[in-house]
């Protein structure tokens, strides 16, 4: 069964940098995700699309200080000069034949 | 500019129907994927359902199978969800989102390019 896994919580201080990560379940570590942000009392923005190898491929508008990268069954999210604004909810999403999964998402705190 | 424009969301009592929309612009329509994604209160992204360009493909999440349809009217660049026999865990902000492909090494993904910013559906008493 396909499942992405993502820690409840992180935080991490003004203009530091976070490193949030998503495990795919055993036997879909070759999948690629994309991950998206929700910011709070708004609706999702896709952030950028993550392959296996680490590629990346950002949507319009997306800052440089977002980046990601992998490692085996995990997919990583970047953040660097952490601002206020990148305080939100961070979700991980793939797909599987006919159907799309998520994770249950990161909250961020910058503190 | 890409723009996801839902509507129709509102409170209905269980058992009881409603149907959202979803109007399109900036982008051509009929090219992509569709899907239906919601998020109950104070919880994550839930997938509920995808359909295909022209239609003749669509898929569901089990929890809606049977009581949602999926459709899409590309000469009114709108897509649909009819939603029947509706459940107090069917609560939820309901977004509309365009579909992109992508495959990379032999592996695809079909994942969420462009948002729109959600449709409240309360079913209570």
């Known amino acids: 069964q396909l499942v992405l896994t993502q820690s409840p919580s992180a935080s991490a201080s003004l203009g530091a940098s976070v490193k949030l990560t998503c495990t795919l379940s055993?036997?879909?570590?070759?999948?690629?995700i994309a991950w998206h942000q929700q910011q709070p009392e708004k609706g999702p923005r896709y952030l950028m699309k993550?392959?296996?190898?680490?590629?990346?491929t950002k949507g319009d508008g997306i800052p440089d200080r977002f980046s990601g990268s992998s490692s085996g069954a995990e997919r990583y999210l970047t953040i660097s000069s952490l601002q206020s604004e990148d305080e939100a909810d961070y979700y991980c999403q793939t797909w599987d034949t006919g159907f799309q999964v998520f994770g249950g998402g990161t909250q961020l705190t910058v503190l | 500019e890409v723009q996801l424009v839902e509507s129709g969301g509102g409170l209905v009592q269980p058992g009881g129907s409603l149907r959202l929309s979803c109007a399109a612009s900036?982008?051509?329509?009929?090219?992509?994927?569709m899907s239906w994604v919601r998020q109950a209160p104070g919880k994550g992204l839930e997938w509920v359902a995808n359909i295909k360009q022209d239609g003749s493909e669509n898929y569901y999440v089990d929890s809606v199978k049977g009581r949602f349809t999926i459709s899409r009217d590309n000469a009114k660049n709108s897509l649909y969800l009819q939603m029947n026999s509706l459940r107090a865990e069917d609560t939820a902000v309901y977004y509309c989102?365009?579909?992109?492909?992508?495959?990379?090494?032999?592996?695809?993904?079909?994942?969420?390019?462009?948002w729109g910013q959600g449709t409240l559906v309360t079913v209570s008493s």
């Open positions: 900036g982008f051509t329509f009929s090219s992509y994927w």
């Open positions: 989102a365009r579909v992109r492909f992508s495959i990379y090494g032999g592996n695809r993904l079909y994942y969420f390019d462009c």
């Open positions: 993550l392959n296996s190898d680490g590629s990346h």
């Open positions: 055993s036997g879909h570590s070759s999948y690629a």
